[in-house]
């Protein structure tokens, strides 16, 4: 080979080197950026998950944490206004205003945060000089008083804020009597409920004082050329208990009346039908007998509260019997944390199913019926006699027999939360039995909330045992027929395409089919 030849091929192979070297250090350039992008890659999905398993942590732990509550203001009650003479209190939803209702008919209103006193209203009584023997609590802020002549008024406080021309806002209050019963013909009642349903009929039920219990009813109608027409219907219970009545209440529209008596009876009238009572339910509360001191209708009125002389606190609700009869009868459901002493009291949330109750002692207690759970137990710097729950459920006022005031705010969030009710049978409203159900919505804001994650947690497992029945034999057939009878050719284009489908997520392959 001549020199000129040799110049040429040492030449050709140094290019061939130097091409080979520049591709291999593009090879190895783009091998490195390969490898920081998939770390980055993988690193990324790693955070993202682990991301997400907090975020679960985050929102889920606050499920199970025990509610709070905290003393927001406590003042002592001005000398105008005794505390021997308070017969209820009552708290607006912004937790700004309190106020008291005195026998002398006043009400009495107090700034929350200092205690101060602003304002004053004293109602007109139905005749001269008479006192207020009773209040009863009607949700809504609307409160029945009970006169000393035997008549009863229903009276309706709203609280509203208000701004000024500078920005500042107050919330004021105004005042509305929603109706005036007149004195019952057989004399003055012991105590008395009332009740206006939405098309405007009035149900009063008295207890008078020789235990016997007087229904009242007035229905307005109006004809076609708006003339208006009322027709009362007045009548004494014939099937009324013959032991002493101890506690009664009504639901909100005045057609379910719940007793309850001294030896431990309830009884549940039908009043839908004006004029024609029916007793629908007559049942033992107890295994041994003992008074029934305080009752209650939970939101929604279908279950009833029940306290006891003992501090018993329990809820009911109808049920349809064994003997398939299609009648609901009264069956105890739920049973709450015992008081130390006998229940006086029972005021439900006008937001969920939490009761508030209080004993004999002066001790208060926040339950949830659904979940049975024990949430909160509040005590006031002395016994306490009277309390409200403000509408959002999230403030606690109560005056004790000294008259000092406190005020708690409640942090409240998830009371239906529980181990029980998320993985155990519960018995809800409306059903036959305890069951495990997932319902996370309804078409009322009054229903229980369903949270039970056993039907989830089934549901997925039966969801992937069929699934799993269909897709292991086809994948283990198709995997032997390809490795076994089908041709290198047809192998070569099945396993890239397995392999790729195993590496891209299900979910997105069901996007892009659908």
Do not use: C
């Not at 708290?91 to 008291?100: G, I, K, N, Q, W």
């Not at 024609?276 to 939970?298: M, N």
């Not at 050719?489 to 892009?512: D, N």
């Amino acid at each position: 080979m001549s020199e000129g030849e040799d110049f040429v091929a040492s030449s050709q192979h140094r290019m061939r080197e130097s091409m080979e070297s520049k591709f291999l250090k593009r090879i190895k350039r783009r091998d490195r950026m390969a490898r920081w992008l998939i770390s980055a890659g993988g690193l990324t999905v790693i955070g993202s998950v682990i991301f997400i398993l907090l975020l679960i942590v985050r929102v889920a732990v606050p499920l199970f944490q025990a509610p709070r509550a905290e003393v927001f203001s406590r003042f002592a009650l001005p000398p105008e206004v005794p505390a021997a003479e308070v017969l209820t209190v009552g708290l607006d939803e912004y937790l700004e205003s309190a106020f008291t209702i005195s026998r002398d008919g006043s009400f009495a209103f107090f700034e929350a945060r200092r205690g101060e006193l602003f304002d004053r209203l004293t109602l007109e009584p139905p005749v001269p000089e008479a006192q207020v023997r009773g209040v009863e609590y009607d949700g809504g802020h609307i409160y029945e008083l009970l006169w000393s002549d035997g008549s009863l008024s229903l009276e309706q406080i709203r609280f509203q804020p208000q701004f000024d021309e500078q920005g500042g806002r107050k919330v004021v209050f105004n005042h509305e009597r929603l109706a005036l019963f007149p004195p019952p013909a057989p004399g003055h009642p012991v105590r008395s409920l009332a009740r206006i349903d939405a098309e405007g009929r009035q149900t009063r039920v008295s207890l008078l004082a020789d235990n016997r219990l007087l229904v009242e009813q007035t229905e307005i109608t109006e004809d076609f050329l708006g003339n208006r027409s009322e027709e009362r219907h007045e009548q004494v219970l014939e099937d009324a208990p013959a032991e002493t009545v101890t506690a009664l209440t009504l639901d909100h529209t005045g057609h379910a009346l719940y007793v309850g008596t001294g030896s431990g009876i309830l009884l549940r009238w039908n009043l839908e039908e004006a004029g024609s009572p029916v007793l629908l339910d007559r049942v033992p509360a107890f295994a041994e007998p003992r008074p029934v001191t305080a009752l209650g209708l939970v939101f929604g009125d279908i279950s009833l509260a029940v306290g006891d002389a003992q501090g018993g606190l329990s809820t009911w609700f109808p049920v349809v019997g064994e003997e398939n009869s299609g009648e609901k009868r009264l069956h105890r459901i739920h049973t709450l944390k015992a008081h130390a002493g006998a229940v006086t009291a029972i005021l439900p949330s006008r937001r969920d199913k939490s009761l508030l109750s209080l004993d004999q002692g002066g001790a208060l207690h926040l339950d949830h019926m659904t979940s049975e759970r024990h949430l909160l137990a509040l005590e006031g710097a002395g016994a306490l006699r009277h309390f409200a729950f403000s509408a959002r459920g999230n403030g606690v006022f109560a005056v004790a027999a000294d008259g000092q005031a406190t005020l708690w705010t409640v942090d409240n969030p998830h009371p239906e939360v529980s181990l029980g009710t998320l993985f155990g049978k519960v018995w809800y409203e409306g059903y036959p039995a305890p069951a495990h159900v997932w319902q996370s919505s309804s078409a009322s804001d009054d229903f229980e909330p369903k949270f039970s994650l056993t039907p989830l947690i089934f549901g997925t497992l039966k969801g992937t045992f069929y699934a799993m029945l269909l897709a292991v034999p086809l994948a283990l057939f198709g995997a032997i027929y390809t490795s076994q009878f089908g041709s290198p050719r047809l192998r070569q284009m099945i396993k890239p395409t397995v392999e790729i489908m195993a590496a891209i997520p299900s979910v997105v392959i069901g996007f892009l089919a659908a």
